[in-house]
């Protein structure tokens, strides 16, 4: 039967020396058997104050403990890294990666919550787990899961956003069920995870809420200059390919 770990990490930054501060993590084997990870972790890099100001994590509440690898989170993801189990983020991406800083070598199938969003809810203004809490109403059930399996809500941390991310994983099943009729929800969410997405508007930008299609039409030049200029994640340069031929 497969084990499904949903993860989230706090880290010293966003750059590519920064590292783990704190995971949280929920490794699901049923309903009724769920293990709970809410864990601080030490680390030689500085916290960005950038940082601070996002999870409000400082040095002296890292000062006495001890590192990653020596976390009860580090040995369990490791205990379950197969690929018949899942391994679940919210933007993958960026906490696989500050895992595989860490050593780890990842032999989970994957399931990115927001690129998975992305294709199941193409006309959501946003895709950014706060967003989708309210935009789907999960803060309403949120207090009666985390009785539920014990734990405390807390803003910005990473245990509240997992729990979180649980609530959004659900919604996503469903919603899979509902356009995949007869296909198993979580094999053809890992498949949509490797599936770049087609984006539909503008998130940002002088043409924020345009349709990107429309704009093609009109500016194409603004199109080149972004995708040559700009810092953008997978899909938006995947769109951007595609309508630059």
């Known amino acids: 039967m497969a084990v499904y770990v949903l993860f989230d990490t706090e880290t010293t930054g966003n ?8 995971v949280g993590a929920m490794i699901v084997h049923d309903r009724h058997n769920i293990e709970v990870f809410d864990e601080l972790c030490s680390t030689s890099v500085p916290i960005s104050i950038e940082a601070m100001e996002v999870h409000n994590i400082t040095p002296d509440r890292i000062a006495d403990k001890a590192p990653f ?58 895709h950014r787990l706060q967003y989708l809490r309210y935009a789907l109403e999960l803060y309403k059930t949120e207090a009666a899961e985390a009785e539920k399996i014990g734990i405390t809500i807390k803003a910005h941390d990473a245990i509240g956003d997992v729990l979180v991310m649980k609530l959004l994983l659900s919604k996503l099943v469903q919603l899979t069920q509902e356009r995949f009729v007869g296909e198993n929800p979580m094999q053809k969410m890992a498949e949509l995870t490797r599936t770049p ?49």
């Open 15 to 22: 750059q590519e020396s920064d590292r783990i501060i704190q």
């Open 69 to 126: 690898s020596e976390t009860k989170f580090a040995k369990a993801v490791e205990n379950y890294n197969s690929e018949e189990n899942y391994l679940i983020a919210h933007n993958i991406g960026f906490d696989l990666g500050m895992l595989e800083k860490e050593g780890f070598v990842n032999r989970y199938t994957l399931i990115d919550t927001v690129r998975v969003a992305k294709h199941l809810l193409p006309d959501s203004p946003a």
């Open 197 to 245: 997405v087609l984006m539909k508007t503008f998130k940002f930008g002088k043409y924020k809420d345009r349709d990107i299609e429309e704009i093609s039409r009109e500016d194409m030049g603004y199109l080149q200059w972004m995708y040559k200029n700009l810092d953008l994640d997978e899909d938006m340069q995947y769109t951007l390919k595609q309508y630059l031929g």
